[in-house]
């Protein structure tokens, strides 16, 4: 068993060699995830959609429960409607694709695939909008989208990706920044309960907002490689777009109006996040959440009598109340099986042999500690569902913990460099707010402004950690995803 | 209030009037759909949305309950692969719609959206497939498709479209048309117990078969204006993909064989049959399992002390059984509820006003049938939950009773054209299989070959109803969307 596991494990290079490689290793060898013929594009197999149906289903809940409903708008959009608002074309027309020919025929406009849907549903909103009885609207998609990247990584950046984008209209500015700020906690509360990745949440500077919003809110989670990795964002769109596409409604007061919007996204990109928060040199490390096996149950001695028949019929007991398990009846060795479960993430896998059942107990080895527990059979749904929040909960520990030992604090630029050489994830520095700082940090040391947290009001020092001018905010710097 | 009502209504031409004007009328006015700025492209607005969000949980769920898994795979396919078959090219190159340009340069090969996946899902098969023990592979996507229409109707026949197609793998011939069968028999038994719509199923001729299947099953619905609407096919792709992307598996025998491969699909063109299989000139008429709103409460004088408190626990109340219960509590008078109620096609309504909490009564009103039930508040989701299954099974009867009523059969072709004239939907007659006669019968009477029934074995003649030869197989010819 033990020579098993080398053999299998070796194929997976180890983080501490090469961690872009052990990504690519984890993801292939998982099966959740395929490269295709089409540049850039990725087929992302059974396995990760298993994941992103529950991520799906997970948000999709929370949607509703804060007010919103899902709707669908065309994929492509003309190229008139993309340059309705200047700043929002200027950021995204250069990745777009573009669809000439239609039918057999030229078209005589041409339509590009959708990167993001602001200017496709703001035409709509501006046959919709008429009075303040029409607002709020508070509307989701789930859609494919398409940006032309030069470098892909499959989940992490690739030309088209799976997303949800919100998209709501209000008739005040409080309310749409009240929106903007909501949905980031959604977010947060979601990446915490559900993926048990902690996050950093706070606004984002003017250079990384999105193109055509008054601001970005995001959330920021470290990998294992302390890299940043930017996991949704929200926008508060202020007038903008409703100027742009002159979306206006008649107030109570009778004056015409431009509303005040909001649009906030996340992605397939997430799953990325789960891999690289949580897997290991045995391969994934899947949150039980999501996982779309929360417990294999594996045979040991197979052949003996009685093994196969109450391992069926444990799977029934634990399918019964509603935990994801499945039966690895494949005709390999034990050995195989478990290397097969601790590469695939499982959470939790559960050993039954002949012994275990002359003694009316089984084995459980969690996938996040490896801790192997003997319990006994009965009442195995509930230790088994109890124990799935203990590994929730252990695992975004061991998260945060990583982070708060891998974040450092610079008052001076000498410490900045210095804690980014000691290889820090998160640098904590105070920032003038200017353009010019953020680019001579990024040219002099790779990282880039994450963001300025909502819940840290620390201050470091009175001056940017660069220029030694006032010093406006503390913000997050790292490299990035 | 009576008043009220007709004012509204007139708004909806009559389905005797013009049954594609009221189609029209009803989908705008019930707030299903709007027509976007991309030519031949619909917006699914929150309350269509809706209806395919309920229609998708119970396909999937019986996607699963057959044992397959979801996946998902790249949008663009590049013009080299979709040509690999060539039945398949030829069928669907004339309706594509080609990317040229990403990323701001032109592409070297061009790329078109895919009109279906088969060409690029076979591309990933030939590396997925080495084995038996690869096989079977059962697998569906939920996504977008693009193909260029000339004349378009929202959820009939749009550009894009939301679609599910499952694609399978499997050892023998034996195994892949067995699939093929069980999936159009998942379909069948989802119209009837979901959408309340009765269908027949059996092979489409040579010419409606799918590009590159060897034979095609469908599923035919009758419209309330007696034209046909293909609401899912199945089909069975023999050995054709597997030839064209070079699949080969090694048998247990040691050789190396071409997989059997099918793939079956349904759209959200099934919205529109519903709305023309149930609706009446009042507006929809939802089946109750995919109505978003199946039962919507409308306080009477609810000024009046208490009207607003009970209505809000009779919510709460239905709420908690799992019914999809909603309270009308907009300012509006209950006559314009009543409407917006039935054009909006919500199952049943519950009028509770000051006498009704007296007595300890709510009003039940049936959109099926109109019927007022006065019932007791006791135990009142129960009460809802068995009349929500009548109504069901009532739309489903009305639905069959109306198709049987217009289906004729003909055993010569003045019979054919007569039972035509006389505004039958379905006329069900002998065939010889020649594509001449089925060419010609469509030019003389403007209606196609629908299907040859499976469960439909009776004789009506010897000879084809057309040209006279032998008959090979009772065919069903209607008129179709």
Redesign the interface.
């Known amino acids: 068993m033990a020579k098993m596991k080398k053999e299998f494990v070796e194929h997976i290079t180890s983080q501490a060699e090469d961690f872009s490689r052990w990504y690519t290793d984890v993801i292939m060898k998982a099966d959740m995830v395929?490269y295709?013929?089409?540049k850039g594009?990725?087929?992302?197999?059974?396995y990760g959609?298993?994941i992103?149906?529950l991520i799906q289903e997970e948000m999709d809940r929370r949607f509703k429960e804060t007010g919103h409903?899902?709707?669908?708008?065309?994929?492509?959009?003309?190229e008139s409607?993309l340059q309705k608002e200047a700043e929002h074309v200027e950021g995204f027309a250069?990745?777009?694709?573009?669809?000439?020919?239609?039918?057999?025929e030229k078209l005589q406009e041409?339509?590009c695939?959708r990167p993001t849907s602001e200017t496709?549903i703001c035409?709509?909103y501006a046959?919709?909008v008429q009075s303040y009885r029409d607002l709020p609207i508070l509307?989701n998609q789930w859609?494919?989208v398409?940006r032309?990247?030069?470098t892909t990584r499959p989940f992490l950046r690739t030309?088209?990706f799976?997303w949800q984008e919100g998209h709501t209209v209000h008739a005040t500015q409080q309310e749409a920044e009240e929106e903007t700020v909501k949905m980031l906690g959604v977010y947060k509360e979601f990446a915490e309960n559900v993926l048990a990745i902690p996050v950093i949440t706070g606004q984002k500077s003017e250079k990384e907002k999105f193109a055509g919003a008054d601001h970005t809110y995001t959330m920021e989670a470290m990998m294992l490689d302390g890299r940043a990795l930017q996991m949704g964002t929200s926008h508060n769109l202020g007038q903008n777009f409703a100027k742009g596409f002159g979306i206006q409604y008649l107030d109570k007061d009778s004056k015409l109006k431009y509303p005040w919007q909001t649009s906030w996204g996340t992605s397939t990109r997430m799953i990325g996040g789960l891999i690289m928060v949580h897997g290991d040199d045995r391969g994934l490390k899947l949150p039980p959440k999501v996982a779309p096996i929360q417990c294999m149950i594996i045979p040991i001695a197979a052949f003996k009598e009685g093994v196969m028949e109450k391992s069926r019929e444990l799977y029934d007991t634990i399918k019964k109340a509603g935990i994801r398990v499945d039966l690895d009846d494949r005709d390999q060795s034990a050995g195989w099986k478990f290397n097969d479960c601790e590469l695939r993430g499982i959470p939790l896998r559960l050993e039954i042999g002949p012994k275990d059942i002359e003694q009316g107990q089984v084995v459980l080895v969690r996938r996040d500690t490896f801790e192997k527990i003997t319990v006994p059979m009965e009442g195995i749904a509930e230790t088994i569902a109890n124990l799935l929040d203990e590994i929730h909960a252990n695992m975004l520990k061991m998260a945060r913990e990583f982070r708060d030992a891998h974040t450092f604090k610079a008052t001076n630029f000498e410490e900045f460099e210095k804690g980014i050489e000691k290889g820090h994830g998160f640098v904590k520095a105070m920032w003038c707010g200017c353009r010019e700082c953020e680019d001579a940090i990024k040219e002099k040391t790779g990282v880039t402004t994450r963001c300025m947290p909502f819940d840290d009001d620390e201050v470091l020092s009175d001056v940017c950690v660069f220029c030694g001018k006032p010093a406006k905010k503390l913000m997050v710097f790292a490299k990035s995803y």
């Open positions: 395929d295709s013929d089409v594009c990725m087929v992302i197999k059974q959609y298993g992103w149906e409903k899902n709707a669908y708008f065309p994929l492509l959009i003309p409607l250069p990745e777009v694709a573009w669809v000439t020919h239609g039918g057999g041409r339509l695939i496709i035409s709509m046959k919709w509307l859609a494919n398409l032309w990247e030069k030309s088209e799976l």
